[in-house]
């Protein structure tokens, strides 16, 4: 597979289709199940809150998984991902509901890099505060 989009009908500024993403126990639990991450305070809503958390919270690797999403949708192709990195801001906290969490999550093209390359920078939030910072994504374009 290669980017489906061209580097050359990119511009600074170019904002990526942005997505929303309902996280349950459930899915902690299917995430926990694929990653090998069993730690209670992803799926026990008990330990969690002793060890000074609010609730239950979603794995950092996933959240960092869901958000780099948009930037796979968009060029349509995982592949074309060249770099990819945040920092964890704030936890997602996952209620024990039929609702869960949500995650919000918008891109737009900060950079357009050597060897058709460009670099996206993506803003992640839950329950309206920051969940991810500094996430950048360097992608070849075609």
């Known amino acids: 597979m290669t980017a489906k989009i061209s580097y050359v ?11 929303t ?3 349950t126990r459930a899915t902690l639990v299917q995430y926990a ?7 209670p ?7 969690a809150v002793e060890v000074g958390l609010p609730d239950v919270i979603a ?10 999403r948009v930037v796979t ?10 770099e990819y990195g945040v920092r964890f801001t704030k936890p ?16 737009k ?13 993506l803003t992640a939030t839950s329950a309206g505060q920051k969940v991810l910072g500094m996430s950048r994504a360097v992608v070849r374009l075609a």
């Open 9 to 19: 009908d990119v511009e600074v500024g170019t904002e990526l289709p942005a997505r």
């Open 21 to 23: 993403f309902s996280v």
């Open 33 to 39: 199940g694929a990653s090998g991450d069993f730690n």
């Open 41 to 47: 305070i992803h799926w026990n809503e008990k330990f």
């Open 59 to 68: 794995h950092g690797m996933f959240t960092m998984a869901e958000a780099i």
């Open 73 to 82: 949708d968009w060029a349509g192709d995982p592949g074309s991902v060249v």
């Open 92 to 107: 997602v906290v996952v209620p024990n509901d039929d609702k869960g969490a949500i995650i919000e999550v918008s891109g």
């Open 109 to 121: 093209v900060a950079a357009k890099l050597d060897d058709n390359t460009v670099r996206v920078d």
